[in-house]
């Protein structure tokens, strides 16, 4: 089993930037695949950005360009750096692992983007 626990959201003017966190709660060197998702109010879960264990990414389209994931498998973490915020990217950030065909999720951190 692996906890995850996101962190760094907040309130944003539009244009800003944010760095989200997700810290596991054991190594993730194991974890092949690390993925963002979010939920905005009313809508579906979508994702949003993931990274291998050899560091390949893979961005939803509208992020491209402003969003960047990492990992840091010694400090069992997962990164998302956000910039040029949109009032669009208003939604709850969580981090996912999959492991051993099981998805763990955390309890999401909030970002709002004012305009």
């Known amino acids: 089993q692996v906890q995850l626990v996101e962190s760094g959201g907040g309130l944003v003017q539009a244009g800003g930037s944010l760095r989200l966190s997700c810290s596991a709660s054991?190594?993730?060197?194991?974890?092949?695949?690390m993925t963002w998702y979010r939920q905005a109010p009313g809508k579906q879960r979508e994702f949003v950005a993931t990274i291998t264990r050899s560091g390949s990414t893979n961005y939803v389209h509208s992020v491209k360009g402003r969003f960047t994931i990492s990992r840091d498998n010694a400090k069992n973490s997962v990164y998302l750096q956000m910039n040029s915020l949109e009032p669009e990217d208003t939604a709850v950030y969580y981090c996912?692992?999959?492991?051993?065909?099981?998805?763990?999720w955390g309890q999401g951190t909030q970002v709002t983007v004012s305009s």
């Open positions: 054991r190594n993730i060197l194991s974890i092949n695949v």
């Open positions: 996912n692992a999959v492991d051993l065909a099981r998805n763990y």
